[in-house]
């Protein structure tokens, strides 16, 4: 099956460009000019989504934040002018996989997709291998639906949270390092800062609620899933 990319970007010849080079990589492409067309386009066929910020409308922002709570947790790649570590920051707070900025090297950008499908493939691939549900009192997590239920109600955890989550919870009481959870969420392939593993877990307690407290910081060392606390 072809891999199915969507690229949504208001600058026409950037689309172009991108369109281009990703066909002869033997990707299907679509081409949305601003978020609106673009969640009217979307669905489960599509494998990944190249995304600007700066649109007229709707930002990149508040597309991502859409698609991630919706029922197509598609991954994401930002590719945009906005470079500091704040935008990078607030990309990744609202779901992004990978944070690219412009101008950007072509090469970079076929390598960045092809390390974000193949860390996707991998996830899919251990989930149906290894099938399995726990359940903690009112805590649950299907690893197979890759879902969250607390107290009979679904949580919507973007991708990275969730395999953050996942990552904490298959040996509780473990302490992960920020760079073994960089290492082990986001690969070698992708830059990420150890600020950004704080982000993400700051806005995953705030999503467990009471729960939040299962997931410990010990200073100087990292995070740990703390099942005690459940």
Not at 38 to 54: G, Q, S, V, W
Not at 114 to 128: C, D, G, M, V, Y
Not at 140 to 146: H, M, N, V, Y
């Amino acid at each position: 099956m072809s891999i199915k990319i969507l690229i949504v970007d208001d600058d026409v010849s950037i689309c172009e460009i991108l369109e281009f080079n990703l066909k002869s990589e033997g990707y299907t492409i679509e081409v949305a000019h601003s978020a609106g067309e673009a969640l009217e386009k979307l669905n489960a066929d599509y494998h990944l989504i190249l995304l600007d910020i700066m649109m007229g409308g709707m930002s990149g922002y508040k597309m991502a934040e859409k698609v991630q709570t919706s029922k197509n947790r598609i991954p994401i790649i930002f590719i945009t002018a906005k470079d500091t570590e704040n935008d990078m920051l607030t990309g990744f707070s609202v779901g992004a996989d990978d944070y690219i900025s412009k101008p950007f090297s072509i090469k970079e950008v076929i390598a960045r997709i092809k390390a974000i499908l193949k860390r996707t493939n991998q996830n899919t691939k251990a989930t149906s291998i290894n099938s399995n549900t726990l359940e903690l009192n009112d805590f649950i997590i299907d690893f197979d639906a890759k879902c969250l239920i607390i107290k009979d109600n679904k949580i919507n955890l973007t991708k990275t949270e969730f395999d953050i989550l996942s990552k904490l919870i298959e040996t509780p009481n473990r302490i992960f390092s920020r760079q073994e959870i960089i290492d082990s969420i986001w690969g070698e392939d992708i830059y990420v800062t150890e600020r950004t593993v704080d982000v993400h877990i700051t806005r995953l307690r705030k999503k467990l609620g009471e729960y939040g407290s299962a997931i410990t910081n010990r200073i100087g060392f990292g995070y740990r899933f703390d099942i005690t606390n459940l």
